[in-house]
Structures are given as C-alpha cells and as structure tokens.
C-alpha cells in the first residue's frame, strides 16, 4: 500500500516522502528532494560564459570560448552524477536489516545496507548545521568490543534535509519494526 | 516469527523435487544450494549428503519440498510431499510452491510435531530472497568476515548472517559437481546443472604453470645468489649499490619476481590477488619499457641525446659561474664582505672547473655508456625512471657539493654564534647539566669573545646568502628527483589486476550486498532479490595496494624548516639500511 505526503526541508524546499509498505516487516520510504530549475541551471551557465567573454576580450584568445563551453558540460555532467540527488529511499526489513539508497539525477544509485545484529537503535539527533540547530534521524550501530556501547552514528537522509515532522513520521514506523524485532529475537 | 529462505535464481524453473541447503538457526534462515528431482531413493539422497558434508564441512541437509506446477495442486502431489517431511525430518520443514508461467509463489514451513498430534503444527512467515548462485559463489566479501570453526555443523558465531551465507554457498562445490548429463542416482539442479563449464586455455595455462614456474624459480635463486655473493659486499661497492636507486628498484623487482614464481600455493584469497597483481604490474612496466625503447631507436634518440648532454652540461656550469660572479659582486643590492666573497666564490669557480675537465673527460665514451643504458628499459619503465633519476643525481653532483660546503660553514657559523651569544650575555652551556648555568669570565676571555661574535656576526650574511642560494637549487633537484621516485612508486604500487577485475566482474569484490522488493501481492510471501554491492575504486587500491620500496620523505614540514634553519644537512629520503648523519 501506497502514501504520499508532502512536506518542507529545512531550507524551505518541497519533499515529497513516499511509503510503502510491502508488508507488516518490511517498509520503504522514498524522499524525493527539489529537482534542479531551470532558473539556476541558466544563471550558472550565463555567468560562466560572461566572465569568458570577458577575458576573451582581454586576451583576444578563442581557445578560453571553447574551453568555457568544455567546462560548463563536464561541470554539468560531474554535477549530475556525483553531487545532485534526487531521492533517498529507506528500506526496513524485520529481522534482515535496514537499506539507504541515494539516486543521484543521472541515474546513478549508491546503497548502504546494515545488517539487523548490528543495529542497537533508530534515534532523531539534534546538531549544529552552519548557523541553525536541526534535528536528523540515525541509525546507532552497536559496538562489538562493549555490549552497551555504540561504535558508530550513521545519519540518514543527508541531502534531503527534512524537518521535524517528516522525521517522525519516519521515526515512528521504524521503532514498530524494531521493536517488533526485538520482541522475535529474544523470544526462542 | 519470520523466518528467511535464500532461493537461488537457477532453481527457479526447475521441476519438483526436494529442497537441500543449510539450515541457519541463529538468523534462522535456510540457504538453499539445490533441488533434488523425482524420482529419487530416499536412502541414496543421504548417501549423497553425507558424502558432500565430509568433503565440504558445510551442514547440508534436505530443508524441505519445491512445487513447480501447472494449474490446480493435486490433492495426491500435497499428500505425497507432506510424507516426505516424515522421512527426512527437519525443524522447521519447507514447502515451496510455484505456478508454472506466472509470478506467484507461495511458501510455508511446517514444525512437524510428529504424525500423532492432529493439532495444527505452528506455522511461520517465511520471506523468499532470491540469490545468483554463480556470483555468490564466486565473490569475496571485504572485509572478510573471520567464521570461526570450519567443523561439521552449524557453528556461526555472531558473524553476520551474510556473511555465513556467502560461506556456504562457497564451501559447497562439491555439490555442484554433477550435472544433468551424470549417469548419477540422485539429479541435481543448481547453478551447474547445465554441465560445468571451463575453459581450454586457462586448462592448459594450469597445466604449463607447473614446470614454468619451476623454471623460473631455479633462474631467480640463480640470479639472487649471484647478487648477494661477496664480492657486492665490499665497500666501495656496497656504498655504491646502497645510494643508488637503480639498485633498489632492481632488488625489489627481483623480490616480487621471486614471490610470483614460487611453486608454493597462495593461501588464501589475498595472497593470490597480491600475486595476480605483481604479475601485471611486472608486465605493465615491461611493455612500457619495450615501447619507450622502441621510440627512442626509431629516432635515434639516444645518439641526440648523447650529443646534446656535454653541451647541456657544460651551459649548466656556465649558468653556475655567472651566479657566483653575480654573488661575487653585489647580488640584489646587499653588500657582502669583499674578502669571504672572494674566497668563497674562487673556491666553487674551481671546484665547476674541475667538474667541466671531469665531463670533457668521460665525452666520448658517453654515447655508450648512454645505448647500455638505453637497454635497460626492457627490464621496465621503472628500472628506467630510476636510472634517468641516477643520472640527475650523478649529473649535478656539484649542486650537492656546494651545497654540503655552504650548510657546514653555516651551521659552524651558527654553532659559533650561539655559544658567543651566551658568552656575551655571561652564560655557558653546562654539558653535564644539559643546560645553561651562568659563568663568570676573566676579562680576556670576554674581550676576545665579543671580539669574534661581532665578527661573525658581521661575516653572517655573506654565508647566509650563500648557503640560501645553494639550498634552493639543492632542493629544486631534490624536487625533481622526488617526482621521478613518486611515479616509479606509483607503477609499482598500483593494483591494476584488482581494478581490472572491479571494471570487469564488479561480483568478484564485495562490500556488502543490496536488496530490491520484487512485484508483491497481499497474500503472498515477501519476495527480495540480494544483489552484490561491489566495492568502491578507492577501497579497492587501499585494500591491494602493493608495499613499495618505502623511500619516502621522514621529515614533516616543520623539522625540515628546523634543519635548514641551523643549517644541519638534510637527506630527503632514506634507504634501507642507512645510518643516520
């Protein structure tokens, strides 16, 4: 079963969470970020070529004219395929693991499984970002070396950025399946 | 409670039968590695799985029962697989069932509570993962997860559930040995069942590795013996051999050649990769080599290249006396000391004489000496680059000479100045106490002390110049030399069989492994499909990068400015075996 809700970054960008849940184990939310504009796309590449111009008429050289369109393309592709995500998906499994997928916009997917024996918890974190306090979802892995100890924080949904409210949404469906987990694995 | 079956794509269209796997109770998941088909004798199929659990020490045991049918299940076919579960007992029991030509599976495991209760026996949720065989078995997962014991049985400690099922799927070879067209009692589908594939060549290549690598083998100890007799040992000889880069790059290759060619197995999976790319890096600098050789016969480099180094050589001399004349008289505005310009500055214009009459000297027989050398670029671009680097270092020799000449007048001036300064103030340095104690002193002494440190202070920046100008071009050669190092390092080090295989067959190396929901219906088991994860470029050279010679800088930025600051040598990097000055 399918659900889309919409809401805000921290920046005051749109999200898009999309849920679905495959079954009473297994959950998956999509959070689809703001998609590059053509505004932005235009005002980068009319000031790449305009400082190129310029110094072209310092230099009276055409090779800067050609080597400007050159770097705005690779600029453009590097971007698409190293830097601009498009959506992040979190897949919960019961007893498998958790899985973050981020798509980059040129189709490219980068994906991080974790396995169910090493998460101790789903927690929502507050941090320091720039000049701003902001909340983000973690996973805490559990420590080999000490039972109570926590080896590593990995934050979830880094480029999306959502707020409070879409945190918790996420939050609360997690804990289910994690308590859930819990509950099976102690019981023989 | 949910439990997980891995299922392997192979056996997907296969026909009915008898599921047979592992059963993992931790993670409580069963791997299934094959289907044994009807008709079968059940004591036979023991037989069979008792053979393949002493040969592979992997617990592998009948998990259940695999459906493939038509339209509607015979109510026989249902009652006849429930008898199975009778025979061959297992906790908790699978029954498999697929439509033939559509995507609906279902699934449930049975605890089989024994014919006399009616009850119904608890049922599970069961979740289907499905799992390429062949690349499973094939992939390495990094880090490698250390399994403890490899007895009989279900022993997995808290390695990761994966990992124990990338184990198993690895150690059953012995199952997939038979294929369909075995005249074998028990049929057996899996990912080889369609017969066992391999290839001439690399049969053959197996088949040749033995007595070529013997061959090799007894050359190389040749080769090492003949290098390590006495007479290398010697000192003229040793010294030589230990500040040249030529020598180390030669012994390191002999080295890796040794290992490549031992007739002793690889261990493990990390040794065979470490081997594999010693061997194309070898290869790499070879071909290399052989193509720069070429392009310097089809041009006759070496002929211009003989013709232009006196020339070259000698307009670097030139260039050397114009900058002590130049430093002889005023150099930038600053007024040196007339008489220490003059002897300083006569002393290096003899020294570029003599290093001139040196070159004119060894003229004609460098155009020889230059086609040998040329030669040795068949052993590699490495042994090359070292030579070129050689050469740079043997060619500005006067650079390091003058360089030694202006740090040790420096630092004695420096030496003398702080002692002098400490006089002048009234202190000494107390040698036993490893401090500075107050001093008195007689009247002379202080006269005569403050005497010298007004001289020498006086007399400091015409040292100070030239030892400033000295070190800079110490220090641009050093750079040169460090950059020819730094790529030798970078061909030697690069693990290009490990990238080759990451670009090719991206299953062979593992990071982990991913998921994908397959087309779900309410009602239905929750099917998922386990894909590897292959690793990132960057883990790959970290985890396989070969050990280099090692010669890199062992000072940091800030020990290096201490050292040009007092003057004390500084000697960029290091080899083996050298002692400190």
């Known amino acids: 079963m399918e659900d889309e809700q919409s809401f805000s970054d921290i920046c005051g960008g749109r999200l898009a969470l999309q849920r679905r849940c495959y079954s009473p184990s297994c959950l998956e939310f999509c959070l689809s970020c703001p998609r590059i504009t053509l505004r932005s796309l235009t005002a980068v590449t009319c000031t790449v070529w305009l400082a190129a111009y310029g110094l072209f008429t310092l230099c009276e050289n055409s090779m800067i004219l050609s080597a400007a369109i050159f770097i705005t393309l690779l600029g453009l592709l590097g971007y698409l395929h190293f830097v601009k995500i498009d959506h992040e998906t979190l897949l919960i499994i019961d007893s498998l693991g958790i899985q973050m997928t981020s798509s980059y916009a040129s189709g490219k997917e980068s994906t991080t499984f974790i396995e169910m024996g090493e998460v101790k918890d789903v927690v929502i974190n507050e941090a320091i970002y720039m000049q701003k306090v902001i909340y983000y979802l973690c996973i805490l892995l559990k420590d080999p070396v000490e039972p109570h100890g926590i080896s590593q924080v990995v934050p979830l949904f880094q480029s999306a950025k959502p707020r409070l409210d879409c945190l918790i949404e996420v939050y609360r469906s997690c804990q289910d399946i994690l308590a859930h987990q819990k509950a099976t694995s102690t019981s023989p | ?103 609906s599976w ?202 232009a180094l006196i020339p070259v050589a000698d307009h670097v001399a030139e260039e050397l006396q114009h900058l002590l004349q130049w430093l002889m008289g005023a150099p930038a505005g600053l007024k040196m000391n007339r008489a220490l310009d003059q002897v300083l500055g006569r002393f290096f214009l003899y020294h570029i004489h003599l290093w001139i009459s040196y070159i004119h000297l060894m003229s004609p027989f460098i155009e020889r000496i230059l086609w040998h050398v040329g030669l040795s670029a068949c052993l590699g671009l490495t042994v090359a680059l070292s030579i070129l680097s050689d050469i740079i270092a043997l060619l500005t020799f006067h650079i390091y000479c003058f360089y030694v000449y202006g740090a040790r007048l420096y630092c004695l001036k420096i030496h003398g100045l702080s002692s002098l300064w400490r006089l002048f103030r009234g202190k000494k340095w107390n040698v036993l106490r490893q401090r500075v104690d107050s001093c008195s002193y007689d009247l002379d002494q202080l006269f005569i002390g403050t005497l ?96 280099t010679c090692g010669c890199h800088p062992k000072h940091s930025w800030g020990s290096l400015c201490r050292k040009l600051f007092f003057g004390e040598l500084i000697y960029p990097w290091r080899q083996r075996g050298d002692k400190q000055d």
């Not at chain 2, 449930?108 to 078995?137: C, N």
């Not at chain 2, 390191?252 to 990769?273: C, D, G, Y």
């Not at chain 2, 070898?282 to 089809?298: C, E, P, Q, T």
């Not at chain 2, 295989?501 to 990071?511: E, G, M």
Request: proline share 5%; net charge positive.
């Open chain 2, 1 to 103: 409670m949910v439990l997980k079956a891995f299922f392997p794509t192979c056996c997907a269209s296969a026909d009915s039968g008898l599921l047979v796997g592992r059963w993992v109770p931790e993670q409580s998941s069963a791997v299934v590695l094959a289907v044994v088909h009807f008709p079968f004798i059940p004591i036979q199929v023991k037989e069979l799985l008792a053979q393949v659990q002493q040969a592979s020490q992997v617990g592998v045991t009948v998990l259940g029962t695999w459906c493939h049918r038509r339209q509607e299940p015979e109510e026989s076919l249902g009652h006849f697989l429930e008898g199975l579960g009778a025979i061959f007992s297992h906790k908790p029991w699978f029954q498999l069932c697929r439509e033939r030509g559509s995507k």
């Open chain 2, 452 to 547: 010298l440190f007004t001289i020498l202070v006086f007399l400091l920046p015409t040292t100070a110049l030239y030892y400033l100008v000295f070190t800079l071009l110490r220090l641009l050669v050093v750079t040169v030399q460090g950059l020819i190092h730094l790529l030798v390092d970078l061909i030697n080090s690069l693990p290009l069989y490990s990238l080759g295989l990451r670009l090719c067959r991206p299953y062979r190396l593992a990071a982990g492994v991913k998921f994908r929901v397959l087309e779900h219906e309410t009602g239905r088991p929750l099917r998922l499909l386990m894909q590897i994860n292959p690793l990132p470029y960057s883990r790959v050279v970290h985890t396989y990068r070969l050990p």
């Open chain 2, 106 to 307: 279902s699934c449930k495991a049975t605890h089989w509570q024994g014919p006399t209760s009616h009850a119904a026996s608890g049922e599970d949720q069961v979740m289907l993962i499905f799992y390429d065989q062949r690349k499973v078995l094939l992939s390495q997962l990094h880090p490698p997860a250390v399994l403890p014991d490899r007895q009989a049985g279900d022993t997995t400690a808290s390695a990761g559930g994966l990992a124990a099922v990338f184990d198993t799927v690895a150690r059953s070879e012995a199952l997939f040995q038979s294929d369909r067209f075995d005249e074998g009692p028990v049929r057996l589908s899996h990912w080889q069942s369609e017969g066992v594939e391999a290839s001439i060549l690399v049969e053959l290549a197996k088949w040749a590795a033995g007595p070529v690598c013997l061959l090799l083998a007894c050359l190389l100890s040749l080769v090492s013996a003949a290098s390590a007799c006495r007479v290398f040992k010697l000192w003229p000889l040793s010294f030589i051999w230990s500040k040249l880069s030529t020598c180390e790059q030669l012994r390191h290759r002999l080295e890796q050649l040794t290992l490549i060619f031992s007739t002793r197995k690889a261990k493990n999976p990390a040794q065979l990769m470490r081997k594999a790319n010693m061997l194309v890096s070898v290869l790499l600098d070879v071909a290399l080599g052989l193509m720069l050789l070429s392009w310097l016969h089809r041009k006759d480099l070496i002929g211009q290249l003989a013709d």
